[in-house]
């Protein structure tokens, strides 16, 4: 039988669409993935203005209804509530960390599954999740291995935090250990410097599960997703920091830089569901990568599940502490 030239046409056609979808990278089969929003901060560490394009160039490839969102300025909390309320089975964030966090925070236990993209300066905790600081790797990898995972983590107060809060002076050594990790030792010297001359401006007084009121230079709450030293259900791990000089103080800003903090015997922990710390004056916190100042007190609790995030099982855990 002689095939006409549009039956011939027809078949390379239908050869064409499955040769097609059969070099598609394959979804994820942990969770059905229908329909997902990505938000894009251009603006943000290391996104850049290109990212929203590359993105969509990236979510092509996938059999996926996918839309991507660019932040405006002015705009962001219309755009990311009008995201939320889109109730996509995914929310994908390339943003720095405070915004992934907000956005997080946002959605919560019963929201979209959050995937959020390492698109920050420290990237804390899409470094937990995907163990990338590629972007474009960890949103494969969210799309071919995600999978739902409560994420645990904790709150400063009402500032919910995934990966860790540094509360006290040596909350500024923070900056320095980021930058000796990306090799701009110059900065990390500088960081270092303001550090060590904010050292010893005062110890804060705490309590963990209302135990006795004690002293530290400062405290570390860790959420179990990160930690080496808790489980899930522990709570957070609570470190304390002690020095007695300029030695020890030395001492434990190297560790923190370069080691294990808590091979360090001026570093004392505990797994706890709240606590409460105070100050005669005001404190320096860094949540989640990103530094602030609190009040003269704050108020720490264990949030068992944070939200879900589309993640792969487990979690890489790249930057566990």
Not at 158 to 164: L, S, V
Not at 266 to 281: D, G, I, W
């Amino acid at each position: 039988m002689t095939q006409t030239l549009d039956e011939t046409g027809a078949a390379e056609a239908a050869l064409l669409a499955v040769t097609e979808d059969a070099e598609r990278p394959t979804l994820t089969p942990h969770v059905a993935l229908k329909r997902i929003i990505m938000l894009v901060n251009p603006l943000s560490g290391s996104v850049g203005p290109r990212a929203a394009g590359e993105a969509e160039a990236i979510l092509a490839d996938y059999d996926v209804d996918a839309s991507v969102v660019a932040l405006e300025g002015g705009q962001f909390d219309t755009q990311i509530q009008d995201a939320l309320s889109a109730r996509p089975d995914a929310l994908l964030i390339l943003a720095g960390d405070g915004t992934a966090g907000t956005i997080a925070s946002r959605a919560g236990p019963d929201g979209p599954l959050i995937a959020p993209l390492p698109g920050g300066t420290m990237n804390m905790l899409p470094k937990a999740l995907y163990g990338t600081a590629d972007w474009k790797a960890a949103l494969r990898r969210a799309l071919e291995e995600g999978a739902p995972q409560a994420v645990s983590g904790g709150k400063v107060d009402d500032q919910e935090f995934y990966c860790a809060a540094i509360l006290g002076a040596p909350a500024l050594w923070a900056p320095a250990r980021e930058a000796v990790r990306t090799g701009k030792l110059k900065k990390a010297w500088n960081h270092a410097r303001v550090a060590m001359r904010r050292a010893f401006s005062g110890r804060i007084r705490y309590t963990l599960d209302g135990s006795a009121v004690r002293r530290a230079e400062a405290m570390v709450f860790i959420s179990p997703m990160i930690s080496r030293a808790v489980d899930d259900d522990a709570g957070l791990e609570a470190a304390a920091m002690n020095t007695a000089g300029a030695t020890e103080a030395f001492r434990l800003a190297a560790h923190a830089l370069f080691n294990d903090w808590r091979h360090d015997p001026a570093v004392t922990t505990k797994a706890t569901r709240r606590a409460m710390v105070r100050a005669r004056s005001r404190i320096p916190v860094v949540i989640d990568g990103e530094p602030s100042l609190l009040g003269h007190e704050a108020r720490i609790t264990f949030v068992p599940e944070a939200f879900r995030a589309l993640a792969p099982l487990p979690p890489a855990a790249g930057d566990s502490v």
